[in-house]
């Protein structure tokens, strides 16, 4: 991901000006990062460690949808609609 793609995920999901922070942003860039390194996997399947790292990124989004989920209903449902993930139950 280079930094205009970063720099427009930040302003799309952004609360106010410069919020790079907040869980809905952490959010969109880890989904971002996921899906490059997913499609990164798909041709190098022995990459073990960035598998690895994959992941960890995975980990990391479970936590804060579910950190969102409780503290902002409407923002954790609206963030899942609009980035295309599974919601939990």
């Known amino acids: 991901m ?5 720099t ?6 952004a609360r106010k000006e410069g919020d790079t922070g907040s869980p809905e942003v952490q959010i969109a860039i880890l ?3 996921i899906s490059e390194l997913t499609e990164h996997l798909k041709a ?3 990459d073990h460690s ?4 994959l992941l ?12 969102l989920a409780r ?8 963030i899942t609609e609009t ?6 139950k």
């Open 44 to 46: 190098n399947f022995k």
């Open 71 to 78: 503290e902002n209903r409407a923002k954790y449902l609206e």
């Open 31 to 33: 989904s971002a990062r």
């Open 50 to 53: 960035t598998r690895r790292g």
């Open 8 to 13: 427009e995920i930040i302003k799309k999901f």
């Open 2 to 6: 280079d930094k205009a793609q970063r």
């Open 56 to 67: 960890a990124m995975v980990a990391l989004r479970k936590k804060l949808l579910s950190y």
């Open 83 to 88: 980035l295309g993930i599974r919601r939990a």
